[in-house]
Every structure is written in C-alpha cells, then in structure tokens.
C-alpha cells in the first residue's frame, strides 16, 4: 500500500514541480514585459492630441502676416511637448519602482519555493525515466536520488529544477515575444 502511494506522489511529483517553476517564469516574464511597455494615460493621450492640433494649425498659417500668429503656437506646442515629456517621465519612474518592488518579491518567491522543493525532494527521487532515453545523462539526472532501479534512471530534483527552469523559460520567451 505504501509503495503505491509513494509510486503514485513520485509519479505526480515531476509535472507538478515543473507547473510551479512555469507559473512563477510566467510572472517573472509579465513583469519584464510590463515594465519595458510602460504606462500611458488619458492625460498623455489628450497633451498629444493638442500638440498635434496646434501643430497642424500653426502650418496651415503660412502668409508673412500669420507668422507671428505660428510661431506662437509652435511655442505653445513645444512647451506641451515639454510637459508631456515631464509626465511621462514622472511615471515611468514611478513604474519602475513598483514593478522593482514587484521583482524583488518575486525572486524571494522563487528562492524560496526552489528551497523548499529541494528540502522536500531531498534524497527522494521525483520521477523514473528509461535508462535507454537519457543514455549519455542518466547519471547526471540521478545526482542525490539514488541509483539506478529496474533499469529507469531515478532523477533528482535538483537536475529536474535546473531542467524545468530551463525549459519554462524557453517556453515563456517564445509566448511572450
């Protein structure tokens, strides 16, 4: 009875550590994303749909009596640029901290998830696989989980961490273009 559970948790073990380390990849690529496309608001939106409008304005007076009349509102237009470009920075500064906030928090998440896991797997072995499949490696995914048994190859949950990293983050720079 024992050795059927232990069978079934190891059988589960595998896919479910490497769902953790996918979703956590998913948030770790979501906020680089975020935090590289920024934020623009309906205020920003307004100042540049003013300056276009002056600008278009300001070229549509172009006789030597409107010039001043021009030059006004190119001026105009230039100190909106001005102040949008202040704006934009302001909130991008902002971003930047929350979404660092953000980062920090989840790499803490993660240290300690991966901790957590190798505590837990420790010595255990996740999954067995085919002694024939991973011919050159089998050693290398059996590091800390014991020998080989029945001709599968036990992995380890550190190789599996390593491999499960690798692979989310492969699968994640591929979703997230």
Known sequence: MEESTAKLERSIA??????????LQFLS????????????SSEDMQLRAEIRQL??????LSEPSTFAQAAKLRRLATAKEKELAKNQEI??????????TYTKGLTILQVLTYLLLIMWFWRIPVAS???????PFGKMLSWRAGGPANEN???GIIPWLILSTRVSK???RRIFK
């Open 14 to 23: 595998a896919p479910m550590i490497f769902i953790i380390v996918v979703a």
């Open 29 to 40: 690529r979501y906020f680089e994303i975020n935090k590289k496309k920024g934020f623009t």
């Open 55 to 60: 600008l278009k304005e300001a070229s549509s």
């Open 91 to 100: 909130r991008s500064k902002e971003a930047k901290l929350s979404y660092d």
């Open 129 to 135: 696989i085919s002694k024939q499949l991973v011919q």
């Open 153 to 155: 190859v036990m992995v």
């Open 170 to 172: 492969s699968i994640c």
